[in-house]
């Protein structure tokens, strides 16, 4: 469903409630979520729904001094406590609004993509790929949009179910940020690569990687964009410092298989929680920033059969 609504000030009830280490285990780490079996339903109803939300912790509780291991396993508590301080959808009326089947990351560089979502009854997709980078060979090269100029003539007219393309990039200059409704193109600057007219440039030479994710996310911006961090499954390091993004994956299917393969070690167990974890801490400073769940390569488009998640 895509639905957004920005009440224009969070519930004036506020609880006053014990530090987040006294309401867990005092084991080191401070991560807020459901249990497992909660947390991958939350993901798969995302993934096929692709509301955005704001679970958070209330602004009382942002003073609170935390300490946050990502890259090391989670640890699991019995019986953690979820607080909803802003739900985009406490005011819609199901009774009188329109639900929409929306996905928002996933990878559309050939027609059958397309076609496969909307067999798939889907309404809105997302229309984007890699982008933004030149020197990679993956990477779209220009802002494809509007949609019309790149289908095949009356393409269009032959869908069932998709109603709406949304203008959308994954910028991979450094640290992947989607750019939903941009119609702009950026890219990162890069010596002996020439760029399109009117293509808003960010990054540079001698940039940290943090740094160079800043620039991407202050392009995306200026463009109209809305950045959305994708999978921030590395340490907490990389994102405690950024600035001017307007939510984070927290379920993403493409870690999900990584995890189930089992071939690099990296993402054993899912690192989908040490997502949930970012966006925790993150929550700490701004209540507003919300939480997404993706399909990312693993929509109706991908044929393997065996594959659970979609």
Sequence with gaps: MLYVDRPASHPP???????VREMYSDDGYTVLRTSLKIGRALGVMLSFAGPLLAFGCSKDSASTSVAFTPDVPVAF?????????????????????ERLLAQHHDHFDTLRSIVAYDNAGYDV???????????????????RWPV?????ADFE??????????????????QHVTSSFMTRYIAKNEAGY???PGTIMYGGANLSNTEGTQTEIDAINIAG????????????????????????????????????DGSDPYFVPDRNFVMQGIWDQLLMRVQTIIGIAVIDHFGPNNNDKNLSYR
């Design 13 to 19: 009830e506020r609880e006053n409630f014990r530090s």
């Design 77 to 97: 508590v019995a019986n953690p406590i979820l607080r909803v301080y802003h739900n985009p959808y406490a005011l819609v009326d199901w009774a009188t609004s």
């Design 125 to 143: 997709i997302s229309y984007m790929n890699y982008s933004g980078l030149a020197s990679a060979s993956y990477s779209w090269r220009e802002r």
């Design 148 to 152: 019309s100029s790149w289908l095949p």
């Design 157 to 174: 007219k032959g869908l069932r179910h998709l109603k709406l393309f949304i203008p959308d990039g994954e910028e991979v200059g450094y």
């Design 194 to 196: 020439a760029q399109p």
């Design 225 to 260: 964009g809305f950045p959305i961090i994708s999978h921030p499954w590395t340490g907490w390091s990389e994102y405690q410092k950024l600035e001017g993004y307007k939510g984070v994956e927290i379920y993403n299917a493409y870690v999900a298989w990584k995890a189930e």
